[in-house]
Structure formats: structure tokens, C-alpha cells
């Protein structure tokens, strides 16, 4: 089972960058498909980008694609989330998990984008 910790969030203006980290443990982190979700006060848990085990194949949805970029070191069992152009409806938590069932859930770093 893939534990994670999540770290790179904060406080940053519109059009400004931010690259999380997410620290993975665990056995074969390279078998496990992996995923960055995020999380707005009131609303659910949305997944933002997706990752092949491998890294060859990656995801974004529709609201982030061409802005975010996901990656990831599987020597370092470290997912990435590279976010560039950020709109102030990108804040919210950020959690990295085990796609498309996620195991246990960290405590997520918050993004928040405001002027």
C-alpha cells in the first residue's frame, strides 16, 4: 500500500507557477497508476492529472490541460505537479493518491491563487 505526503503549496498571484511534490511509500510504487486531486471549500474531490505507472502516459482534464503538467522519478517514488498560468479557480487542496482507487488519503497542500 502507497502512503504519500504532499508539500510545494502556498500563496502565489494569477499567472504565477507552483510545483507540488508528493512523497510516496510503499512496495512497487512503479506497478501503481497515480493521480493528483484537488479539493474547493464546499465542494468534492475532483481528480485534476493521471499517471501511468511507467510515466508514459499522463492525463489532465479539460480546466488545468496545457497549464498543469504531472511526472514523476520512480527512483525517488515522487509524483510531480508542475502548475504554470494559475487562475484563482485553482485554489484548493492538493492530494496526490493511487488512481483510479485511492488508498489512504494525506493531508494535501493547499494552492491558493489571489492578487
Given amino acids: 500500500q502507497v502512503q504519500v ?3 510545494g503549496g502556498g500563496l502565489v498571484q494569477p499567472g504565477g507557477s507552483l510545483r507540488l511534490s508528493c ?13 493528483w486531486y484537488r479539493q ?4 468534492e474531490r ?3 492529472c493521471i499517471i501511468s505507472g511507467s510515466g508514459s502516459s499522463i492525463f489532465c482534464t479539460g480546466s488545468v490541460k496545457g497549464r498543469f503538467t504531472i511526472s ?8 510531480y505537479l508542475q502548475m504554470d498560468s494559475l487562475k484563482p479557480e485553482d485554489t484548493a487542496v492538493y492530494y496526490c493518491n ?18
Fill in 5 to 7: 505526503v504532499e508539500s
Fill in 23 to 35: 512523497a510516496a511509500s510503499g512496495r512497487d510504487f512503479e506497478l501503481h497508476e497515480m493521480a
Fill in 40 to 43: 474547493s471549500p464546499g465542494k
Fill in 46 to 48: 475532483n481528480v485534476v
Fill in 72 to 79: 514523476r522519478d520512480n527512483a525517488q517514488n515522487t509524483v
Fill in 98 to 115: 493511487n488512481y483510479p482507487t485511492p488508498r489512504a488519503w494525506g493531508r494535501g497542500t493547499q494552492v491558493t491563487v489571489s492578487s
